[in-house]
């Protein structure tokens, strides 16, 4: 085989891999096991590794799906005119047939290395972000709520994955998920507006503007931080996870409230962007840390 064959090769893998969205996988990855540590129950190292893979094989067919869906308003972006889609790398059946054959291997994975809840809960997250989140996001900002939901699901599959029920442990790990999205993608919003709006896509900051993005912005994170709290009165985590969670959601809220009051602008909603990614990592750390060991 030639060095250009095998290049070529290499780069259509490497395109493939980008359709799933590794470092939104990463995330998935992370989240999920923090689930499976933090759940009551025994694991087996099969279980582990079935579930992490299978939870972001099932997250990267949704993501590839979308890649199909978006390939038109991914053009007009910064971000995402370079993917292979709108860039012309790649045919969009090959996105299309690639993400239905991820789905199909992921979720029996799921079904048989973990449990049929577990892949139900995948199906959701998969369907919910494909079917609702993706097509809403050229007609409405409420989008926003609907993909939080399928973003928030990993940790709740990991928690499930141990324990075969959905109860209190796992629906606040699904809530903290939840509520931090939002901030989370309005400050994405604010910083990249005229970029959502070349794409034809609805944000908060364009169908409202930017003083409601920055308020709504600060309520959801009224509403996180006493959230995270919880895993504390329900003995999943310790002492040290509750300082942690109280510093890191304090700082949050400071710099939310920062940029409600001053009115601030692009960097400061970059800022809040970047600052949300350490948030998450930093409260996700404490909680694994803190748990007191698994089971």
């Known amino acids: 085989m030639s060095a250009r064959a095998v290049s070529h090769q290499s780069s259509f893998a490497s395109d493939l891999l980008s359709l799933t969205k590794p470092r939104l996988s990463g995330l998935v990855i992370a989240t999920t096991a923090g689930g499976m540590w933090l759940a009551p129950g025994e694991l087996t190292v099969a279980r582990i590794l079935v579930t992490l893979l299978a939870t972001s094989a099932t997250v990267g067919a949704a993501n590839a799906l979308n890649c199909y869906w978006e390939r038109h308003s991914d053009r007009f972006m910064a971000r995402t005119r370079n993917r292979p889609l709108p860039s012309g ?8 047939v690639f993400g239905l054959g991820l789905a199909a291997v992921a979720l029996p994975a799921l079904a048989l290395g973990a449990n049929l809840l577990t892949a139900g809960l ?4 998969l369907l919910s972000y494909v079917l609702a989140y993706t097509p809403l996001k050229a007609r409405t900002s409420t989008a926003m709520l609907v993909g939080a939901v399928p973003g928030a699901l990993p940790p709740l599959m990991g928690w499930t994955a141990v324990t075969g029920q959905i ?3 796992g629906y606040v790990l699904f809530a903290i998920l939840f509520l931090w999205q939002i ?6 919003a604010l910083f990249r507006k005229d970029e959502y709006a070349a794409a034809g896509l609805k944000s908060v900051p ?9 308020l709504q912005l600060v309520l959801y994170l009224v509403a996180l931080v006493p ?5 504390f009165q329900l003995r999943i985590a310790g002492g040290w996870y509750l300082a942690v969670a109280v510093v890191l959601g304090l700082s949050f809220l400071g710099l939310g409230a920062l940029g409600l009051f001053r009115q601030l602008g692009r960097t400061w909603a970059r800022q809040t962007f970047l600052f949300s990614l350490l948030y998450l990592a930093g409260l996700f750390a404490a909680l694994m840390l803190d748990s007191g060991g698994h089971g």
């Not at 790398?89 to 299309?96: I, T």
């Not at 364009?206 to 920055?214: I, Q, V, Y």
């Open 122 to 125: 995948g199906l959701m997250a």
């Open 227 to 231: 959230m995270t709290l919880l895993p």
């Open 206 to 214: 364009l169908e409202r503007g930017d003083d409601s993005s920055r």
């Open 167 to 169: 109860d209190a442990g």
């Open 89 to 96: 790398r790649m045919e969009p059946v090959v996105a299309l």
């Open 183 to 188: 901030p989370h993608f309005i400050a994405i």
